[in-house]
């Protein structure tokens, strides 16, 4: 019941959010993959990023943003991906009229 009941609410919030989903490229070391969900709803956009390795499940969040206005900064192409030996870095960048309000950077590890 307990599971029912969250899947369905986090239908809904997609729903309601307006939510898309992104699989960003190039994907880094042994396969592993930065998949961002981006939400907008009324003035506040948010974003978190998850790391995707071989197995295709994603164990918790990366890290996450909160920009001005419902922008979508990985929508938008402002963003850069780059990835080391170790994993990767996701640096979000706002505009001037649309700022990053929280979060921005964060390291990506399948590890």
């Known amino acids: 019941m307990t599971a029912a009941l969250g899947t369905t609410w986090g239908a809904v919030d997609d729903l309601i959010s307006n939510v898309e989903y992104r699989v960003l490229r190039p994907a880094g070391p042994g396969g592993c993959t930065a998949v961002v969900r981006e939400t907008s709803f009324l003035v ?15 164990l918790g969040e990366s890290g996450s943003w909160t920009v001005d206005d419902g922008y979508r900064p990985i929508d938008a192409g402002t963003y850069k991906l780059s990835w080391g ?5 996701l640096r979000i960048s706002g505009t ?3 700022p990053v309000l929280r979060g921005g950077s964060t390291d990506i590890d399948c590890g």
């Open 96 to 98: 001037s009229t649309d």
């Open 44 to 58: 506040t956009g948010k974003g978190e990023v998850y790391a995707v390795g071989r197995t295709g499940l994603a």
């Open 85 to 89: 030996r170790e994993g990767g870095h």
